[in-house]
């Protein structure tokens, strides 16, 4: 195989990975991911919300683990309300909501539609929490938006590094850039 061909393989798979990392993750699924078990009611408890999370990558992004309460911290903050409250009602949303089978891979339309769930999200929290429907959605939304910036500003500052470092060349990371923002690859706009 040539070099050449080699490279284009790498960037590709390091591409994917990087992509799969930054990963498309979402307000709605971050609420409608079931809490693991194992988890103590101490931790959910205390959201670490005294520095932002860095969203890009990390396992914990999902709004699980650590900075895992920035949601519900962010949310009560926009909905003036109180954040315990917030939390109990995604950790509601989410009991009600865990799926009754596993995901099937590779099967079309085995993904729940997202605007089914982003409308479901808001009535219930809006209903749990006393707020106004229209402020939940809004606030949602700007809050993935947010997200979804941090995620492109951590992919531009990993590219770039790469760059530099000479692991990549500059049109390789534009064209990562590029696959992301046009959704061939997670990370990007949904």
Do not use: C, W, Y
């Amino acid at each position: 195989m040539s070099k050449t061909k080699r490279i284009t393989l790498g960037v590709a798979a390091g591409a994917l990975a990087l992509g799969a990392g930054l990963g498309a993750t979402s307000i709605a699924t971050a609420a409608t991911t079931p809490t693991p078990s194992a988890t103590s009611s101490a931790d959910s408890a205390t959201p670490d919300t005294a520095t932002p999370p860095d969203r890009g990558g990390r396992p914990g992004a999902h709004g699980h683990g650590p900075g895992g309460g920035q949601i519900a911290a962010e949310l009560a903050t926009k909905l003036g309300v109180d954040e315990a409250k917030v939390t109990e009602a995604l950790k509601a949303f989410r009991e009600a909501n865990k799926p009754t089978t596993p995901p099937t891979e590779g099967m079309e339309g085995s993904k729940p539609d997202r605007t089914a769930q982003d409308a479901a999200l808001a009535k219930s929290l809006a209903e749990a929490l006393g707020v106004d429907e229209a402020k939940v959605t809004s606030a949602l939304e700007e809050i993935r938006a947010t997200a979804q910036e941090e995620r492109a500003a951590a992919l531009k500052t990993k590219l770039d590094k790469a760059v530099t470092d000479g692991k990549l060349t500059q049109a390789e990371a534009d064209a990562v850039t590029k696959a992301v923002e046009a959704g061939v690859i997670g990370g990007g706009g949904r």
